[in-house]
């Protein structure tokens, strides 16, 4: 029986959206596109501790961001409300209660005390930790007076023998020997559910047909398996996604790249570069086609597609293909995107660049076949912003000015050489054939000026043509800057 395709993100308002989070958001959501179906967004909200009210705006504001909608959700309501976890509580006991009765979920009253003992007796004896069935055999009179005289019981799952199997369409066929699922833990003694048992009921309740989520899930399907088949209900179909490694071939971390999605779109890497990245997490279009649009993803996207070994988050990769998009842009586009980032880093004002927008775009120009994110225009063109004493030399700028000897020699008399040359004002071409016939004269090597001159006026070892560069900086900066760096170089 085909069912209606019903897919969802359900993310924990405990953090920042993770870039894996994102990813498996997309590739549900580009899923219910293609074939027609609804995605829905759920908020697992049921750990009050850290799940905040920040967490779950910002997750939201992040997939708007990357232009993933929801047919059903906790803003935008639909026939399943409500869409927070927390609201849907009073369920939550309804199927729990009904477990209880049927005998399919017992009280257990081992105190944390006792599980503790039991879990470092395990460890001693090297066996794998697992609740040992204490009271798995309680009569149930005997429990319900334990329960009514107050002692405090948490909810386990009854598991039986046999053997447990799912397909999944990442990983095929998975099966699982009972042994190995624990009668594990569905309502806490605070009355608090556990993940395992609250996504399943919601996903019964939402009819949720397909189930794609990271790996690291997987060691729970077995036990939310189990309790559909307690419910009589129909697993979804499931996709265990391929985690996402550094380039470490270790789980994703700081060390080798940010984890948020925040984190990219604070450095200024371009919307439709970071949902081509996660695309390619787990995913290929062809083997070669590696730029491509959503569009394209939504077209082609199958997630028996999906490729099981761990994806590698290769950062340099991700900033080549961002690089690629940038490129792609007009200037006037690249330009407004670029400027948040220069107010952001408080080099200048939006209403100070508009005043000399061609100026700027001209700035925006020169610099797009180096730059990879917005963010890196910012740190490019600091300098042409920063206060003339301030200019920061980057260490490989200054490295390379001081390699030569008559470098403030050289600098002083270009100075003063330079002074009348641009009173009227810098006309880039002159100034450039002028200063190469100086060079020449003098029998020097370019770099003995360049370098140095670079240095003085931008700071950077490297960068846009110098002679646009004292055009946008114009003749009392470059003048005052070459003062300045006599000084400084000295
Ligand atoms: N709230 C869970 C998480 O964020 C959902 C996992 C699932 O998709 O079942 O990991």
Redesign the pocket.
Same mark, same amino acid.
């Given at each position: 029986m085909t069912r209606p395709l019903r897919l &969802?993100?359900?993310?924990?308002p405990t953090g920042k959206l993770h870039i894996g =989070?994102a990813r498996?958001a997309l590739f549900n959501w580009a899923y219910a596109r293609r074939y027609g179906g609804r995605f829905v967004l759920r908020i697992?909200d049921t750990d009050p501790e850290r799940s905040t009210k920040e967490h779950e705006r910002a997750i939201l504001e992040g997939l708007a961001w990357l232009g993933l909608d929801w047919d059903e959700g906790p803003d935008v309501g639909g026939p399943h409300a409500p869409y927070h976890q927390m609201q849907r509580i009073g369920r939550h006991k309804e199927y729990a209660a009904d477990l209880l009765a049927r005998g399919i979920a017992y009280r257990c009253f081992c105190t944390r005390e006792r599980l503790e003992e039991l879990a470092r007796a395990q460890e001693a004896a090297r066996e794998k930790s697992a609740y040992d069935g204490r009271c798995r055999d309680l009569a149930a009179e005997e429990a319900a007076r334990r329960a009514t005289a107050g002692e405090s019981f948490t909810l386990r799952f009854r598991v039986q023998p046999g053997t447990t199997r799912f397909a999944d369409r990442v990983r095929g066929d998975m099966s699982f020997d009972n042994k190995e699922v624990e009668d594990w833990v569905m309502v806490r003694s605070d009355g608090n559910p556990t993940?395992n048992f609250v996504?399943v009921c919601d996903?019964v309740d939402m009819q949720i047909s397909h189930?794609f &989520? =990271?790996e690291?899930?997987l060691v729970?399907t077995p036990k939310q398996v189990l309790l559909y088949q307690a419910f009589g209900q129909e697993p979804p179909v499931f996709g265990h996604l391929p985690l996402m490694l550094g380039t470490d071939k270790k789980k994703l971390s700081k060390r080798t790249g940010d984890t948020a999605l925040q984190d990219y779109r604070d450095r200024g890497f371009p919307r439709r570069a970071i949902l081509n990245f996660l695309c390619l997490q787990g995913w290929a279009l062809d083997g070669q086609t590696e730029i491509f649009g959503v569009e394209e993803f939504v077209q082609h996207f199958d997630i028996a597609d999906v490729g099981k070994a761990g994806s590698i988050f290769d950062i340099e990769k991700f900033l080549w293909l961002s690089g690629e998009y940038i490129r792609r842009e007009a200037p006037e586009e690249l330009a407004e995107n670029c400027l948040p980032f220069l107010v952001a880093r408080g080099l200048t004002s939006e209403a100070g660049l508009r005043a000399r927008w061609s100026w700027f775009l001209e700035v925006v120009g020169a610099e797009r076949e180096r730059i990879r994110t917005y963010g890196e225009l910012a740190d490019r063109a600091a300098y042409l912003f920063a206060p003339d004493a301030a200019v920061a030399y980057h260490d490989d700028a200054l490295a390379a000015a001081r390699k030569h000897a008559q470098r403030l020699e050289t600098l002083r008399d270009y100075l003063e050489w330079l002074r009348p040359r641009v009173a009227g004002g810098v006309d880039s071409a002159a100034v450039r054939d002028a200063t190469k016939a100086w060079v020449a004269d003098r029998g020097l090597k370019m770099p003995a000026l360049f370098q140095p001159l670079r240095c003085a006026l931008t700071g950077l070892a490297g960068g846009p043509d110098l002679f646009d560069a004292m055009r946008w900086l114009g003749a009392p900066v470059v003048l005052r800057r070459l003062e300045i760096a006599l000084e400084r170089l000295a």
């Open positions: &969802r993100f359900a993310p924990s =989070g498996t697992e993940y996504v996903d189930v &989520r =990271g690291e899930h729970n």
